[in-house]
């Protein structure tokens, strides 16, 4: 290894404070969106077991899928209200197995998932489909800091833990 002596006045700063740089493993200063876990049954759904086509216009993995334009969720569409981005949209389950959907750890400064209503925003939500319907639909939504793409988690019954990009 070869050392190079600093140049002008010394290589030492007078301030020595330790800094660090920004970057993906700085906390971030504002408040997680999501946080705590909700399970969603059958008291409130939509009526009716959606479109049987519903893949046609879902962003889905197995047998969950979020309905929009996209297909899947447009985050352009969102009402930004107070700094967040509030985001509806449907949510499918097909068939009887309840799905798990997650927030990663590193993304709920950013984004939480919406229950019924507007707040709180979650890490985590399990829909658990009804008995008597051959897919469940599911009012839901996302809470966002910003339009950039995310991902979720999915897991279907106690199946692996699959990935979900929205690019909103």
């Known amino acids: 290894m070869t050392l190079l002596p600093g140049c002008g006045e010394g290589s030492q700063p007078n301030d020595t404070t330790a800094r660090i740089a920004p ?3 700085t906390p971030p200063t504002h408040p997680k969106l999501a946080v705590g876990s909700k399970v969603r049954d059958c008291d409130i759904t939509f009526d009716g077991p959606g479109p049987a086509d519903w893949r046609k216009h879902s962003l889905w993995i197995g047998p969950f899928g979020l309905a929009g334009p996209g297909p ?3 985050f352009d569409e969102g009402a930004l209200e ?4 509030t985001v509806k949209t449907p949510t499918m ?5 309840p799905v798990t ?7 709920r400064y950013r984004i939480g998932i919406l229950g019924v209503h507007p ?3 979650y890490a985590s939500v399990t829909y658990v ?3 008597d319907k051959p897919r469940t ?3 839901a939504g996302f809470l966002l800091r910003d339009r950039r793409p995310v991902t979720l988690l999915v897991q279907v019954g106690d199946g692996p833990v699959r990935g979900l990009h929205l690019s909103g």
């Open 101 to 107: 959907i997650s927030v990663p750890e590193a993304q």
């Open 93 to 97: 389950v097909a068939g009887h197995r």
């Open 72 to 74: 899947g969720p447009d």
């Open 129 to 131: 489909p009804c008995d």
């Open 82 to 85: 107070g700094g967040l981005l």
């Open 137 to 139: 639909v599911f009012a």
């Open 119 to 121: 707040r709180p925003a």
């Open 23 to 25: 970057g993906a493993r």
